[in-house]
């Protein structure tokens, strides 16, 4: 199996800080491994954490929950009909809540009743966290739908934390250098030193987020025919 387990890279963290369970037991462990895998996330946007949520929009009701588990929204859009089969789509123009208030209040004029019709923009209130909760925020929407409209959000959601439950994901088998140099900063932070480790150990995260960034947001958004080959200049010798 290409990329490192869970199980192999604990044993790893304490063979290279030369340590034991006695002094990064299982549970600090955890906490080292969670860390280094929420900086990598807030670090570089991953195209395995991309998800698309799918449903209808309420009549009358001007807002609609985040998606369970997301972290940001790349955009939403919205379908004329009930079904994506025979909708057009329009994609929503993102605004602030204070601007969405604005745009509604001009519509409707003071103590008017809401102006209902197939929205044109969204906005995020509230935490918006995407916890599945009531109280997490989510969307509000203008103007208000004036029917069941079909919708997909498309948003990144939080990856699937490595863990002794869960022994491999998208980072550890595929990108196992990154999480390894992460989880060393994090744990030299944590054992205090030796700072010269610690120095080195951040400049390869460093290298390596850069690559990994590079495939991501680089060559992970680009094609060859359209965009046409990458080419790197290489300086010829001095005569």
């Known amino acids: ?29 955890e906490n080292i491994i969670l860390n280094a895998q929420s900086r990598i996330c807030q670090d570089v946007p991953i195209d395995a954490d991309r998800h698309m949520q ?3 929009l309420v009549t009358d009701k001007n807002s609609i929950y985040a998606p369970s588990g997301a972290i940001f929204t790349r955009g939403i859009e919205v379908f004329d009909s009930t079904s994506v089969a025979t909708g057009t789509l329009r994609w929503l123009i993102k605004k602030d809540v204070t601007w969405l208030a604005e745009y509604i209040e001009d519509l409707t004029g003071s103590g008017a009743a809401d102006v209902t019709g197939m929205p044109k923009y969204y906005a995020m209130f509230g935490g918006a966290t995407g916890d599945g909760s009531t109280t997490s925020g989510g969307y509000m929407l203008a103007p208000t739908p004036d029917a069941n409209y079909f919708f997909r959000a498309h948003y990144d959601k939080r990856p699937a934390t490595l863990e002794s439950s869960n022994q491999t994901n998208y980072i550890s088998v595929n990108y196992p250098q990154l999480l390894l140099y992460a989880c060393l900063v994090e744990a030299y932070g944590y054992l205090k030193g030796p700072m010269d480790m610690l120095t080195l150990y951040e400049q390869k995260y460093k290298d390596s987020v850069q690559t990994f960034a590079s495939q991501q947001v680089g ?7 359209t965009d046409g080959t990458v080419r790197i200049k290489i300086d010829s010798p001095s005569p």
């Open 1 to 29: 199996m290409a990329g490192i387990s869970y199980s192999t890279l604990v044993t790893q963290l304490r063979n290279y800080t030369e340590t034991d369970a006695n002094v990064l037991s299982t549970d600090v462990l």
């Open 54 to 56: 799918e449903g209808n």
């Open 219 to 225: 060559r992970r958004r680009r094609d060859d025919y």
